[in-house]
T-cell receptor, first 112, second 111 residues
């Protein structure tokens, strides 16, 4: 049973460009979460989605960030007009029940 | 606001030297407390879930316990491969299933 998959693993963008991060949950998991880990900081919750619905986006910055989990395909975290402060590791987690969450390997975003 | 504080920030042990990591939490209505292990450059790996005070769970050299205010991760006779950052996280009853993480304890086990 494959784990949570994220791609790309590393992403380099210049300031002002868009970043798209993809997450494929574990088979049978309908709950998807995105977390961000800034350098020298802990993991912070961003958004919680179930198929086609955003359940909790209380940790998502109000501007430039959006997330979706379509009926078909992976969950996408989109960051528009990236700035240097967006450089971080972005982790996706999935769950079958909303209790234990299983994390992917992360996408390391570097903004030049 | 939920708060999770882990101590110590870093811990160095000799192989075979048992110790404990602490996770103190402040949350109104604990839904669950979770322990993860994170290796450099990788995602957190799930270890344990604890739901109520008095509960204990074990896996190999690790044992997690829970009280109403804190959780301990006991490491018995650690090996160098146990070196990692150990993360504690809580879920609150009224805030859905999002996790609030502590800053982690970086454990190094020397051979």
């Amino acid at each position: 049973n494959a784990g949570v998959m994220q791609n790309p693993r590393h992403l380099v963008r210049r300031r002002g460009q868009e970043a798209r991060l993809r997450c494929s949950p574990m088979k049978g998991h309908s709950h998807v979460y995105w977390y961000r880990q800034l350098p020298e900081e802990g993991l912070k919750f961003m958004v919680y989605l179930q198929k086609e619905n955003i359940i909790d986006e209380s940790g998502m910055p109000k501007e430039r960030f959006s997330a979706e989990f379509p009926k078909e395909g992976p969950s996408i975290l989109r960051i528009q007009q990236v700035v240097r402060g967006d450089s971080a590791a972005y982790f996706c987690a999935s769950s079958s029940t909303g209790w234990e969450q299983f994390f992917g390997p992360g996408t390391r975003l570097t903004v030049l | 606001e939920d708060q999770v504080t882990q101590s110590p920030e870093a811990l160095r042990l000799q192989e075979g030297e048992s110790s404990s990591l602490n996770c103190s939490y402040t949350v109104s209505g604990l839904r669950g407390l979770f322990w993860y292990r994170q290796d450099p450059g990788k995602g957190p790996e799930f270890l344990f879930t604890l739901y109520s005070a008095g509960e204990e769970k074990e896996k190999e050299r690790l044992k997690a316990t829970l009280t109403k205010k804190e959780s301990f991760l006991h490491i018995t006779a650690p090996k160098p491969e146990d070196s990692a950052t150990y993360l504690c996280a809580v879920q609150q009853e009224t805030s859905g299933s999002r996790l609030t993480f502590g800053e982690g304890t970086q454990l190094t086990v020397n051979p």
